[in-house]
Nanobody, 111 residues
């Protein structure tokens, strides 16, 4: 069983930055792809970014150039650096690995 715990969400003004973390346990972290998804109120959950075991990354068009996904295999932790945040980035952000999901962390972008 894989446990994933997200943290780092909060309230930020437009143009601001946040760094989300996803701490994993119960699996061999280094060999699996990690992804971030988000779900805004009234909308379906959508994919945001992924990072493979070899550190190859992919991003949704809506966040490319503003968000950066990374991982620290020594710490069993993944990250999502979010810059130039917009109100439309407001959502609950989830990390996922090996078919398991964390509980999510709320990101609110508002002035």
């Amino acid at each position: 069983q894989v446990q994933l715990v997200e943290s780092g969400g909060g309230l930020v003004q437009p143009g601001g930055s946040l760094r989300l973390s996803c701490a994993a346990s119960g699996t061999i972290f280094i060999i699996y792809t990690m992804a971030w998804y988000r779900q805004a109120p009234g909308k379906q959950r959508e994919w945001v970014a992924s990072i493979t075991s070899g550190h190859s990354t992919n991003y949704a068009d809506s966040v490319r150039g503003r968000f950066t996904i990374s991982r620290d295999n020594a710490k069993n932790t993944g990250y999502l650096q979010m810059n130039s945040l917009k109100p439309e980035d407001t959502a609950v952000y989830y990390c996922t690995m090996v078919g398991n999901w964390g509980q999510g962390t709320q990101v609110t972008v508002s002035s």
